[in-house]
């Protein structure tokens, strides 16, 4: 999937911090991060601001959704409630798996 593709499917908004910078300043973020057995496929992907890209490494969604609230920034919940449920229905059974993980400890925060 190309990341204009990838725009096209998500929009132009970063899924972590909601900002809408211009399109060349938006990169493929993998939700499970490729190091944890991530692997680049449509499911796995959104899009992200290359500084919350950067920022997030390879923390898991809530550690890193924690650590922006403790930063005083409010992440785009819905947006990665949105990614984490197309991610949970992967044929991937860890990204499956990770993404169920994942959404219900978002839902206990």
Do not use: F
Not at 57 to 75: C, F, I, L, S
Not at 89 to 101: K, M
């Amino acid at each position: 999937m190309t990341r204009e593709s990838l725009i096209t499917r998500d929009g132009g908004t970063c899924v972590w911090c909601g900002g809408a910078p211009w399109p060349a300043d938006l990169t493929a973020e993998h939700l499970l991060p490729r190091s944890r057995r991530g692997r680049t496929v449509p499911e796995n992907l959104a899009v992200a601001c290359r500084a919350c890209n950067k920022r997030r490494r390879t923390k898991p969604v809530v550690a890193y959704v924690r650590a922006q609230r403790q930063d005083g920034y409010e992440p785009r919940v819905d947006l990665l409630q949105g990614a984490l449920a197309r991610l949970s229905r992967s044929v991937s059974p860890a990204h499956a798996e990770y993404a169920q993980r994942q959404l219900a400890l978002l839902d206990r925060l």
